[in-house]
């Protein structure tokens, strides 16, 4: 072996073994250990994806409603007035090959936006410009065609690393070095889709420290890249352009119900109380925390006349999971979505429904929280929003602790 090749397997071994100490650094960072997915209070909500790694995983807190989710879904709101959803698909260690293979299996007609952050994993894998280029074109490709017509994905630039001190080395120059050629082929590639838009990183004023990101810098982030999706949203809302499908897929709405193993369980009372809470805020005569199940409607909660099941055909249930937001009726007699529903036309006669999604963690819709009654009356100043925070309220049960079997 000649000088020059054991020069070059030499600085490839320091690499490799870099890397995997840095790596090894770098999981021993907390990271959120919530469920994947944060909401911000408003009406009407806006739903987000965000797929990849790197800020996206919100490595160094423990929550995502400190991570660059919970400020991004915040900041956006902000802008909009309106609800944001914000799912998380993230992995730390996620290639470009890896991202390709899981945004196969993604339902992305259910997103109006899309931000995708992907590079650490390539970079110090080593991961060559080219083999970046190839998989990116494939997973352009697969996000720009799934998303809905009036959606956009966002991918984010690879930014200088260099400003963690654990990359102040010449291995660590060298990933800054690959991230500067995948932002060169990203731009490249990203100019032949219509949909997709580079999102530059925003530059990190703050004083570098040992840690890789605290809650102020995601929400530095955050603050700098949200303006790009609220122009977005606000212009594909204003021109009434189609939002995303609720619901992609009953299979797999029917498969997230059934994981939950919550059907035909006993009443509990943390979601009697919330419940109650809705009854009483809205002054109705019934409140239902309710299930959509195959062709049943299940209720786990409920106050007022009425059984436990129902068909899920003639349920105001069933329009509800279907709907972008909530779903609200003044007066069901004048509403030709409910008007000739038997429940309108006969007993119970309700004239007054306001009912929320409730979703599983991965955002599938499983039922609703609803409030109804058989007097017409009209909702008030912040009453839709009130009630999308107690159908959260019912979810974060949902999602944080198991199931009461039946005895």
Not at 158 to 167: A, E, G, K, L
């Amino acid at each position: 072996m000649d000088l020059a090749n054991l020069a070059s397997l030499m600085t490839r071994t320091r690499f490799r073994v870099w890397s995997l100490r840095t790596r090894a650094l770098i999981e021993s960072v907390e990271t959120p250990v919530d469920v994947p997915r944060v909401h911000a209070g408003g009406p009407n909500p806006d739903r987000i994806l965000l797929f990849g790694s790197d800020i996206i995983v919100g490595r160094g807190v423990l929550s995502h409603e400190v991570g660059f989710a919970g400020f991004l879904a915040r900041s956006i709101a902000h802008g909009t007035g309106r609800g944001v959803d914000v799912i998380v698909e993230a992995h730390s260690w996620f290639t470009m090959e890896q991202a390709v293979a899981a945004a196969r299996l993604l339902e992305l007609d259910r997103y109006d936006a899309v931000v995708v952050d992907l590079g650490l994993a390539d970079a110090m894998a080593g991961t060559t410009p080219r083999g970046w280029a190839a998989q990116l074109e494939v997973l352009l490709h697969i996000l720009s065609h799934g998303v809905p017509a009036s959606s956009r994905v966002f991918f984010v630039e690879s930014p200088d690393p260099t400003i963690v001190p654990m990359f102040r080395s010449p291995q660590g120059r060298a990933v800054a070095k690959a991230f500067l050629r995948f932002n060169e082929s990203s731009l490249e590639a990203i100019n032949g889709f219509k949909n997709v838009t580079y999102l530059p990183f925003p530059v990190q004023h703050e004083e570098p420290t040992d840690r890789l990101h605290t809650a102020r810098t995601f929400e530095g982030f955050a603050a700098t890249l949200a303006p790009a999706l609220v122009d977005h949203l606000e212009a594909e809302f204003m021109a009434g352009s189609p939002r995303s499908e609720p619901i992609a897929s009953e299979v797999h709405r029917q498969a997230s119900l059934d994981q939950l193993a919550i059907l035909n369980t006993a009443p509990e009372p943390r979601f009697d109380r919330i419940v109650a809470q809705a009854q009483r805020v809205f002054g109705t005569g019934y409140a239902s925390f309710n299930l959509i199940d195959h062709d049943r409607r299940w209720s786990k909660s409920h106050l007022g006349p009425g059984g436990p099941v129902g068909v899920r055909a003639t349920e105001f249930c069933n329009t509800t999971i279907h709907s972008h937001g909530g779903v609200i009726t003044g007066d069901a007699y004048d509403d030709p979505r409910f008007c000739d529903n038997p429940f309108v036309a006969g007993d119970p006669h309700v004239r007054f429904y306001v009912g929320y999604p409730i979703e599983a963690p991965d955002g599938q819709r499983l039922g609703t929280l609803c409030v109804y009654d058989t007097r017409p009356r009209q909702l008030h100043g912040q009453e839709e929003t009130l009630l999308r925070e107690l159908a959260t309220k019912i979810e974060r049960e949902l999602w944080a602790t198991p199931i009461q079997k039946s005895p």
